[in-house]
């Protein structure tokens, strides 16, 4: 089992950035696929991201390619997003989910998923 803890979340204006991280501990960070999904308010959970086991493989939704960049530490057991040209629409709570689930590029569908954290808010004023 592995514990999950995102931070960095806040309130930026329109064209800001910000970096969320997520913290891992329990089994081998390295052995789990990692998402970050984000969630509006009356919206439904969607993948925003996701990274490979080894962090060479990498996924986006389109609506943040060439603007957010995933990537992970697997000797910090952590894994990061920065996020640019921040808009009102990626106002959201982010959550950083594992999946023991093999995926050479890091897309992996949201049902996989086996470890959630708590999510974190963030806000995008313009």
């Known amino acids: 089992q592995v514990q999950l803890v995102e931070s960095g979340g806040g309130l930026v204006q329109a064209g800001g950035s910000l970096r969320l991280s997520c913290a891992a501990s329990?089994?081998?960070?390295?052995?789990?696929?990692m998402g970050w999904f984000r969630q509006a308010p009356g919206k439904e959970r969607v993948l925003v991201a996701s990274i490979s086991r080894s962090g060479e493989g990498t996924y986006y939704a389109e609506s943040v390619k060439g603007r957010f960049t995933i990537s992970r530490d697997n000797a910090k057991n952590t894994m990061y997003l920065q996020m640019n040209t921040l808009t009102p629409e990626d106002t959201a709570a982010y959550y950083c989910?594992?999946?023991?689930?093999?995926?050479?590029?890091?897309?992996?569908?949201?049902?996989?998923?086996?470890?959630w954290g708590q999510g974190t808010q963030v806000t995008v004023s313009s």
């Open positions: 989910a594992a999946t023991s689930k093999y995926s050479a590029d890091g897309a992996v569908e949201m049902v996989y998923y086996e470890y």
């Open positions: 329990g089994r081998t960070f390295s052995s789990y696929t």
